[in-house]
């Protein structure tokens, strides 16, 4: 894999973007929530391609313990309707994000909604969150699980997350859970995101980070790249990245326990040989543009 993990040179951005939409446009017309009742197994699951084998950006055992495998509590789980937690992250960026109230979020990626209906709670109904998301079957699902939710303060928009249906310097806080490493083109993503954070405004993500070079099978993979497995970049690109965007304070940590769950996205092989989930922050300058 190339050294700033953007996709590879004989790869179209735009056909893995589409590779993405109808995989996740799928799990959103027919996957079963993540969150599911215990006694459901893998191989049931929807959001596991009903494979048998739990793909990347998808709990592994997500019947029994679902979210709170990612970080989540009890609470978090209970405080959302059920629909809207699909299983598909790899951590909780609401547990770094510091969210306050009366701040905008913006959610990159948004799936069926599950982190944004968790950030309406912090920010409250002064505040404001905007989830987007490129697959239209999931800004549906979204939209309608904003219902369920009665979310009011809560609002999705379908577009790309490197070409965002944001205004400038708008938004307080970017968030997104194992998203970004989808993304062919992910200093586009970091550069889009500084576009839209006030000054001061800061980012809190949680993604993979690839640990250690990816078998040639692995790399290839049209599975892996849409199963946040491929295309996620090393610490040191992420950090280039988000330096060459103008962020300032940047902190990746790793979280180590991550390979616990990242080892059963693939029957063949220990994925946590090669990923880690990490906790990305960076902040936009106080006086910049």
Wanted: glycine share 12%; charged share 30%.
């Amino acid at each position: 894999m190339s050294n700033d993990a953007e996709a590879p040179a004989d790869r179209d951005p735009e056909a893995i973007r589409e590779m993405v939409r109808e995989r996740y446009g799928r799990i959103a017309s027919g996957g079963r929530d993540g969150s599911d009742e215990a006694g459901v197994d893998a191989a049931d699951d929807e959001c596991c391609d009903g494979d048998g084998v739990a793909d990347g950006c998808c709990d592994g055992d997500a019947a029994a313990t679902g979210s709170e495998r990612l970080g989540y509590d009890a609470d978090d789980v209970a405080a959302v309707a059920d629909g809207a937690d699909l299983g598909l992250g790899c951590g909780n960026p609401k547990a770094f994000a510091e969210m306050t109230p009366g701040e905008t979020v913006l959610d990159l990626g948004s799936g069926a909604g599950f982190d944004c209906f968790l950030a309406a709670r912090e920010v409250g109904t002064e505040g404001r969150v905007i989830g987007v998301d490129m697959t239209p079957e999931m800004v549906s699902k979204a939209r309608a699980n904003a219902e369920r939710n009665d979310a009011g303060n809560v609002e999705f928009r379908l577009g790309e997350i490197s070409h965002l249906p944001v205004a400038d310097a708008t938004v307080d806080v970017v968030i997104s859970n194992c998203v970004v490493n989808l993304a062919p083109e992910k200093r586009a993503v970091f550069d889009d995101a500084y576009r839209v954070l006030k000054p001061g405004g800061r980012v809190a993500v949680s993604d993979v980070v690839q640990t250690a070079p990816f078998p040639d099978d692995v790399e290839r993979d049209p599975d892996s790249l849409t199963g946040c497995v491929a295309g996620a970049a090393t610490v040191g690109a992420l950090e280039s990245m988000l330096d060459g965007a103008g962020f300032e304070a940047i902190e990746i940590t790793p979280k180590d326990d991550s390979t616990e769950f990242i080892s059963e996205w693939d029957a063949d092989r220990d994925l946590g040989d090669y990923l880690v989930s990490a906790a990305i922050e960076a902040r936009k300058p106080t006086d910049g543009a």
